[in-house]
């Protein structure tokens, strides 16, 4: 069976100016993650915020007792250097470190620190650094980037550099509010076929409108930014989405 729903509100739509009082007011809301998004102006062309700022908002939600527990920070790491900023993401309490295939196969060596490399590493690598850290693993792709990459790392034998999570972006990775991608299904289905149970997130354009076909492809993490952030009852929206995933469990 498909794992469960697991609704996380991108704070992306967010006040930034009550950041840490929404994270929270979120949580009570009925979340059960919060999707964190980091964006570098590189990577895409969009600044959100760093570590310091993820070290300020974590003390306004409790840290989740397990693996996948309520209030899991969940950091989509939209950046050219993924591997760079593991250990600063782990410190400031992240549990959930995304990264994009994209960045670590594309990676370019910069002005990095001392000791903190930014050179090319293969997705594996960086999967098995996260996990060092203590972090849970996720990969990300952009719509143009086909799942077939992910084969290889997902069928990994060696289970310290598997993923715990995919991510099949459904819109541009860069802006919240913009519109549901449909045509970036077919790869959660596909996903969704050789991996009952794999936590398969989608992330833009999800709504009340657009769940539907995003369960029914199989996904179970539903990140949802302007449609929890815009509505008048935040928490009507979590449940309803909360009830489309898991009203298809056992039927996919
Ligand atoms: O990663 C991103 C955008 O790059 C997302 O997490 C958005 O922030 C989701 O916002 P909505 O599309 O739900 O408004
Ligand atoms: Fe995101």
Redesign the pocket.
């Known amino acids: 069976m498909s794992p469960p729903a697991i609704i996380a509100p991108?704070i992306?739509?967010a006040d930034f100016a009550e950041l840490g009082k929404a994270c929270s007011d979120t949580i009570a809301q009925g979340a059960d993650w919060l999707?964190v998004?980091i964006m570098d102006g590189h990577f895409?062309p969009n600044m959100t915020f760093g570590a310091p700022v993820v070290t300020k908002i974590r003390s306004h939600v409790d840290r989740p007792t397990g693996a996948y527990g309520k209030g899991t920070f969940d950091c989509?790491m939209?950046i050219s250097e993924p591997k760079r900023w593991v250990r600063d993401f782990q410190k400031a309490g992240c549990d959930l470190y995304c990264f994009h295939y994209e960045a670590a196969v594309d990676s370019t060596a910069a002005d990095s620190p001392a000791g903190t490399s930014s050179a090319k590493t293969s997705p594996k690598e960086l999967i098995r650094f996260i996990h060092e850290n203590g972090m849970q693993a996720g990969i990300a792709v952009k719509p143009k980037t086909s799942v077939d990459v992910l084969w290889d790392i997902l069928d990994n034998p060696e289970e310290v550099e598997r993923p715990d999570m995919v991510l099949v972006m459904t819109?541009e990775?860069?802006?919240?509010?913009?519109s549901f991608m449909a045509s970036e299904l077919p790869k959660v289905t596909e996903l969704r076929k050789r991996y009952p149970e794999l936590p398969i997130e989608v992330?833009?354009?999800?709504s009340e409108k657009t769940i539907d076909q995003a369960a029914d492809a199989g996904a179970n993490v539903i990140?949802?930014?302007?449609?929890v952030f815009g509505a008048a009852d935040p928490g009507d929206v979590i449940k309803k989405l909360r009830e489309a995933v898991d009203g298809r469990r056992g039927k996919l």
């Open positions: 991108s992306l739509s999707h998004d895409v989509h939209m819109v990775p860069g802006f919240g509010g913009q992330d833009g354009g999800l990140v949802a930014g302007s449609a």
